[in-house]
């Protein structure tokens, strides 16, 4: 496990976008897996000053969402696909078609689901995949239980992250209260993972995410296990460490 901590927000965005437009550059039909949510934001957009100032092309890459709420019509502004379009993929070259999302609006979840987890075995491995960290421990939608799943799954959201996202929404009520999710199984088979962690109030639990126990209760922590795992951290979410 490599821990990069940073002084401000531009050195982490810089960072991280360093790394997948390395990775891109020397590989340019990589396998890129994606998260939503407002710690990656920055990063997606030094992606995309890369990309406009000719320093790296998406046309030969493949994207995997990691996670869809469901239930939320089309081109609702925060389902996780308008979140993609509007911060990566409406700005550089990929191909829609590559990009991949599950659905949260099919008619059958499970199946949905069980089409997904085929996409991803064809694809054989993700060469890097984004993570952020939820605030009870979770990665994707892997909410902290006795039992964790390793494929994608219908998940129903905790309180505390339907709480937490709230903020996009008008209430909490609005909030979906499911999602379709990759397991950890997927996530832990990736090659490089980039975990992404912003913010005092998320210290303790990057710190016992990495540190503490392993234990399905803390789904992050989980990433412990990982040959290749690269953290940054800004400083306020890394004060625990030294
Ligand atoms: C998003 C995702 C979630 C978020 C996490 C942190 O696709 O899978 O695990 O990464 O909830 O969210 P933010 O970044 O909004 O604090």
């Not at 491995?125 to 390793?150: K, M, R, T, Y």
Request: aromatic fraction near 6%.
């Amino acid at each position: 496990m490599i821990i990069h901590k940073f002084e401000n927000q531009q050195e982490l965005n810089e960072a991280g976008a360093g790394i997948i437009t390395a990775l891109v550059q020397t590989k340019p039909d990589a396998v890129l897996g994606l998260a939503t949510g407002s710690t990656p934001i920055g990063i997606y957009e030094e992606i995309v000053k890369a990309y406009n100032k000719g320093r790296v092309s998406f046309k030969n890459v493949r994207t995997y969402n990691l996670d869809e709420y469901v239930g939320l019509p089309d081109g609702h502004a925060e389902s996780y696909r308008t979140y993609m379009n509007e911060h990566l993929f409406r700005h550089i070259d990929v191909q829609p078609e590559r990009t991949r999302i599950p659905n949260g609006n099919a008619s059958d979840p499970q199946e949905e689901c069980a089409r997904y987890n085929r996409e991803l075995d064809e694809i054989k491995q993700v060469d890097l995949q984004i993570l952020g960290l939820g605030h009870n421990g979770h990665i994707g939608f892997n909410e902290p239980a006795d039992e964790l799943h390793s494929g994608t799954h219908l998940v129903e959201l905790d309180h505390k992250t339907r709480e937490a996202n709230a903020r996009f929404f008008p209430s909490i009520n609005d909030v979906p209260t499911h999602a379709l999710t990759m397991g950890v199984g997927t996530i832990l088979k990736a090659k490089t993972i980039l975990l992404v962690v912003r913010g005092a109030d998320k210290a303790d639990i990057v710190h016992r995410a990495l540190t503490g126990p392993i234990t399905t209760q803390c789904p992050a922590s989980l990433l412990q296990t990982h040959p290749h795992l690269i953290v940054l951290l800004d400083s306020e979410a890394g004060r625990n460490f030294v």
